[in-house]
């Protein structure tokens, strides 16, 4: 029994989840490379350039409303031609006196100290006389105030969204360097596991961690290698491992992981020439979840119960794919909330339990009650809950009322 084994086999001390989350992230050498991407094919990828805006924004001062641009600051001026979005400009400054109809984005005429709203004044002919008069300077948007020619307007490592399509837009800028999307191959593990959609033999399951993970990666920055199901079979394993790592720069598997006859999965990663780096955590549950490499290739082998495997990713497998995909690494922080249960402490390791927020205290923060009997293989609780209530480690009990965290769906869905 190699080093290894003995220590996944042994009952020895448990990994902290921030240890845990530090060698995930260790694991990963570096991002993989860039590639441009216009507009269009931004939303869910991740920049791996700080973009520089070419130009000021807004490019040239302009009206932020419909009146009248006014050169100087009496109460009556002559009306003096007219300015639209979209027109280059004044052909002469404003004199002291005079006024210009100036509709919303139209650039401002040389010699204006402010614009007047139109339901501010009182037209009468050629002239209008102010019933309310402006603050220099009120209503005119400026060149470059809101971004100077130069400034980062899109910070490298992001995960792109719409926000950033806009002002990237705005901007003149129609294509950026992006991440190439991290492969990622899917395994499970077992022969008891059969696809869904094929009726089940005695003995058999149908396989929901393949399609879990999809679901959960199903993500722009991601490309999916369905790799199938290995058998509970040392050198199957094995080869599919060395495979897969020939074309993944990640390798989700489930199962496996423990220390039952079949978990081969910590020979198979040797025997493929890998190591495992990580082992033993202290979540609950989850516990089993192993990390390590196969070549340059980062694998992240889940425990087989469903529950547990939805955990491990989200605590642990998560921080080595955000590395891989050129972001910082957030490990997902639990919102303060308040127990709305009792119960025993978790002992040396942190529980999530599937949870649903039920009101809130006093002080403003969300109740939360547990749903299920707990259960890293249930999957009934998780459907009516609203997230994940945590437990920190080392609680000697939780009662009704006390402070605990809470993870909410929402916030685990993305990359
Ligand atoms: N003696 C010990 N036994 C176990 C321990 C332990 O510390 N000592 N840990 C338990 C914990 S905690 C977990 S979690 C499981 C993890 O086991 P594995 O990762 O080795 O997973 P398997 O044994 O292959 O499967 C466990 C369970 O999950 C079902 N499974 C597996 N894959 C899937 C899938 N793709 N879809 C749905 N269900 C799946 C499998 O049939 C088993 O019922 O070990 C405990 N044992
Ligand atoms: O911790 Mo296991 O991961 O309980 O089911």
Request: aromatic share 2%.
């Amino acid at each position: 029994m190699s080093v290894l084994e003995a220590a996944l086999r042994s009952d020895s001390a448990l990994l902290s989840i921030a240890a845990a989350q530090e060698r995930a992230e260790k694991l990963v050498a570096r991002a993989v490379p860039g590639e441009r991407a216009p507009l269009a094919r931004l939303g869910g990828r991740v920049s791996a350039e700080n973009v520089l805006s070419p130009t000021p924004l807004p490019p040239f001062d302009h009206s932020a409303m419909d009146g009248y641009a006014l050169g100087g600051v009496g109460a009556s001026f002559e009306v003096r031609g007219r300015l639209a979005a979209g027109d280059a400009g004044a052909r002469a400054p404003l004199r002291e006196g005079e006024a210009v109809r100036i509709l919303t984005g139209a650039p401002m005429p040389e010699g204006a100290v402010a614009v007047v709203m139109q339901e501010r004044v009182t037209r009468a002919g050629g002239r209008i006389v102010l019933n309310r008069p402006p603050a220099p300077g009120d209503n005119i948007r400026r060149r470059g105030e809101d971004v100077a020619a130069g400034d980062v307007i899109v910070p490298a490592g992001g995960r792109l969204d719409a926000r950033h399509v806009a002002i990237l837009a705005a901007s003149g800028v129609a294509e950026i360097a992006v991440r190439r999307r991290v492969v990622v191959g899917l395994v499970s593990t077992g022969d008891e596991l059969v696809r869904p959609g094929r009726p089940l033999g005695p003995g058999l399951i149908h396989d929901a961690n393949r399609p879990m993970l999809a679901a959960l990666l199903d993500q722009p920055a991601i490309e999916i290698v369905d790799l199938g199901v290995a058998p509970d079979d040392r050198p199957a394993l094995t080869r599919l491992v060395s495979e897969a790592a020939a074309r993944c720069d990640l390798i989700v598997t489930s199962g496996a992981t423990s220390v039952g006859d079949e978990d081969h999965l910590a020979a198979a990663v040797m025997a493929a020439g890998g190591a495992l780096e990580l082992q033993r955590v202290a979540l609950k549950p989850g516990k089993p979840v192993v990390a390590g490499h196969v070549g340059s290739t980062v694998l992240v082998g889940l425990p087989g119960n469903p529950f547990a495997a939805l955990v491990a990713w989200l605590l642990v497998g998560r921080i080595a794919l955000e590395k891989l995909a050129g972001m910082e690494p957030h490990p997902l922080r639990p919102l303060a909330a308040v127990a709305g249960f009792s119960q025993g402490g978790p002992g040396g390791r942190t529980e999530f339990a599937p949870a649903r927020v039920i009101g809130a205290a006093d002080n403003g923060l969300p109740v939360v009650e547990k749903l299920g009997r707990g259960g890293s293989a249930r999957l009934a609780p998780l459907i009516a809950a609203d997230g994940l209530a945590v437990i920190p480690a080392g609680r000697d009990e939780v009662r009704r009322g006390d402070a605990i965290g809470f993870l909410p769906f929402v916030a685990a869905a993305e990359l």
